[in-house]
C-alpha cells in the first residue's frame, strides 16, 4: 500500500490480518468444534508491529500525492520542446518557492530520566513564502523575491474577497 501511496492505519492491518486467518482456516480441515475465533487484539497488533519493526510516521507535504510517472516522462517532452523552439540555456528559466518558518520552534526535546512530562508550547507558524528564479546557464541569477502575506490566501481559494456584499 506504500509503494501505491495508500496510507495505512491499524483497523486496516488488523482487518486484513483477520480476513487472511479466516482464508487459512478454511482451507484447512477441521480439528476441533469449539474452535476460538483469531482477533487481531490492541496486543497482538504492538506485537506484529515490533516483529515486523513497523513504525507510524507522519505524511508530509506533498510527497504523498507526486505523481511519479508524469515525473519520469517530463525530461524527455521538455527537451523536444526545447528542441522544437530553438530555445538557449539563457531563454530557459525555472522558478520554484519554499517555505520558511522564522519562528518555529524545534518539536521535540530532551528532558531528565525522572521527569515524566514536559510543559507544552504553542507553535509558531509565523512563515515568509521565498521564490527563487535562475536560467539554465546559470548567467542570471534572480534576486529571491519575499512575500509575507498572501494577497490571496488559499483558505480564501474561489472567493472573491473583494466582494462587499454579506
Given at each position: ?46 506485537k506484529f508491529k515490533k516483529r515486523h519493526s513497523l513504525r ?45 518558518y522564522w519562528k518555529k520552534m524545534p518539536e521535540k526535546t ?57
Amino acid at each position: 500500500m506504500n509503494q501505491k501511496r495508500i496510507p495505512i492505519d491499524t483497523n486496516i492491518i488488523t482487518n486484513k490480518a483477520v480476513k487472511i486467518y479466516e482464508k487459512i482456516d478454511n482451507q484447512l480441515p477441521s480439528t476441533s468444534a469449539n474452535k476460538v475465533p483469531f482477533i487481531a487484539s490492541h496486543g497482538w497488533f504492538e506485537k506484529f508491529k515490533k516483529r515486523h519493526s513497523l513504525r507510524n510516521l507522519k505524511l508530509k507535504g506533498e510527497q504523498a500525492t507526486a505523481d511519479t510517472d508524469a515525473a519520469r516522462q517530463y525530461p524527455q517532452k521538455f527537451a523536444e520542446i526545447i528542441a522544437a523552439k530553438s530555445y538557449t540555456p539563457d531563454q530557459v528559466f525555472n522558478a520554484d518557492e519554499s517555505g520558511l518558518y522564522w519562528k518555529k520552534m524545534p518539536e521535540k526535546t530532551f528532558i531528565a530520566k525522572h521527569s515524566k512530562s514536559v510543559p507544552g508550547h504553542k507553535t509558531a507558524k509565523d512563515r515568509i513564502t521565498i521564490l527563487f528564479c535562475s536560467n539554465a546557464s546559470g548567467d542570471y541569477i534572480m534576486k529571491p523575491l519575499v512575500i509575507n502575506k498572501s494577497k490571496q490566501p488559499r483558505s480564501f481559494k474561489g472567493i472573491n474577497i473583494n466582494d462587499t456584499r454579506k
